[in-house]
């Protein structure tokens, strides 16, 4: 199974490829990661957003981390399944 501590990936480039907000939707990346033979790391992490448009608000969600070199697969296994809400960009 793909899914790996992230202690696996120490000392080695990894990229944050997407921030789930539910656990639902956590579970769709973790299912298109692995079908697309990708090791990935989960982490909860806080993010913030707004409510209503202007109330800061904070929440927790489901961080997915890869090898830098399978980044690029991972984000377009993701947008292919449809999961671009929380699909981070590569800035690179």
Known sequence: M????IEEFDGKEIERVYLA???SEAKSV????????????????????????????????VAFYVLSHQASLSRQSLETAGLTVGLVEDFS
């Open 21 to 23: 907000a539910r656990l």
């Open 30 to 61: 973790e299912r298109t990661l692995t079908e697309s033979n990708v090791d990935y790391a989960v982490q909860i992490e806080a993010f913030r957003t707004t409510l209503l448009g202007f109330l800061p608000r904070e929440y927790e969600g």
């Open 2 to 5: 793909p899914l790996v501590d």
